[in-house]
């Protein structure tokens, strides 16, 4: 409806005490855990392609989430944009072992 009111009710689960966590401060948290987890998620998506991805049994998911996430926190830590880092270690795939085993790449 354009114009019109709309009320949303929306249902939290927290472990924060009431004055933590008050009708006042619950919309702000949840939005600021939203901004988060979207922001990662984005992260892991287009630059990893993880909403492609074919593993969906068992532990297999989680596995190479964290081993995406362990890729990205490397190529951060070495000084470069995501998608630079990237293209570094597919074209240098040497220096990618190297990162991981923690020498100095070049």
């Given amino acids: ?3 019109g009111k709309t009320i949303e ?3 939290a689960i ?3 005490t009431a004055e933590r966590a008050g009708p006042e401060q619950l919309p702000a948290l949840s939005r600021a855990h939203r901004g988060i987890e979207n922001c990662l998620h ?3 998506d287009v630059s990893c392609r993880e909403d492609q991805a074919r593993a969906h ?3 297999a998911p989680q596995g190479l989430a964290a081993f995406r996430d362990t890729a990205l926190t490397l190529i951060r830590r ?3 944009k995501v998608a630079e880092g990237f293209e570094h270690f597919a ?3 040497l220096n990618a072992i190297d ?6 790449t070049e």
Avoid: I, K, P
């Avoid at 990162?99 to 100095?104: C, E, I, P, S, T």
């Fill in 91 to 93: 074209e240098h795939r």
């Fill in 99 to 104: 990162a991981v085993r923690g020498q100095r």
């Fill in 78 to 80: 070495l000084g470069y």
């Fill in 57 to 59: 049994a068992g532990h």
């Fill in 42 to 44: 984005d992260v892991r």
């Fill in 9 to 11: 009710t929306v249902f």
């Fill in 14 to 16: 927290t472990s924060l």
């Fill in 1 to 3: 409806m354009r114009g």
